[in-house]
Every structure is written in structure tokens, then in C-alpha cells.
Nanobody
């Protein structure tokens, strides 16, 4: 079992920045991809960004391209989501998720991820 804990959420004004962290613990041996997802009130959960074990394969949702950056720490077990130029529509609960696979594997489908964190709230005021 892999346990995931998100941190770094909060309240920020439009145009501001936040950095979210996703820390993995437990059975972290083996390569696993990590995805950041978000769910706004009344909306379905959507993918934000995903990164492979190596950090070399990355995908972003069109809505965050050029504003958000996903990266993997040197220990591989911490994944960051740097969010710049935040907009009110970025307000949501942000979740990280993990899925075992090959070193270059990624998936943008939430249904492929077996392990999820509890989420962290991000609120962007206008």
C-alpha cells in the first residue's frame, strides 16, 4: 500500500502562486506514475498534470498549460505542483494519485490510479 499526503493548499488572490506537495510513504518500492487531479464544487474530477517515475514524461490539461508545472523530487517519492497565474476557476480540491507501471508510464485517466490522497483545498479569490 502507498499512502499519499497532499499539502500546500490555501487561499490566494488571482494572479498569485502556490506550490502543492504530494508525499508518498509505505510500499514505495517500484516505479509509479503520479497524477494531480482536481474537483470543483458541482463538477466532476478532472486531471491537472501527470508525471512518470523518471520525471521525463509529463502531460498537462490544456487549461493549465503554461501556468502549472509538475515535478518530481530527487527521492522520487515527493511530487510537486507549482501553480502560477492562478485564476478563480482553479478553485478546487486538489488530489494526488499514484499508479504503478514502467519507469516512463503515465496515464491521465483517474480510473487507472489505485492510490489517492485526501486532497488539499485551493481557493483563488478574484
Amino acid at each position: 500500500q502507498v499512502q499519499l499526503v497532499e499539502s500546500g493548499g490555501g487561499l490566494v488572490q488571482a494572479g498569485g502562486s502556490l506550490r502543492l506537495s504530494c508525499a508518498a510513504s509505505g510500499r514505495t518500492s517500484g516505479a509509479y506514475a503520479v497524477g494531480w487531479f482536481r474537483q470543483a464544487p458541482g463538477k466532476e474530477r478532472e486531471v491537472v498534470a501527470v508525471v512518470s517515475w523518471t520525471g521525463g514524461t509529463i502531460e498537462y490539461a490544456d487549461s493549465v498549460k503554461g501556468r502549472f508545472t509538475i515535478s518530481r523530487g530527487s527521492d522520487k517519492n515527493t511530487v510537486y505542483l507549482r501553480m502560477d497565474s492562478l485564476k478563480p476557476e482553479d478553485t478546487a480540491v486538489y488530489y494526488c494519485a499514484a499508479e504503478y507501471g514502467s519507469a516512463w508510464y503515465i496515464t491521465t485517466s483517474e480510473y487507472d490510479y489505485d492510490y489517492w490522497g485526501q486532497g488539499t483545498q485551493v481557493t483563488v479569490s478574484s
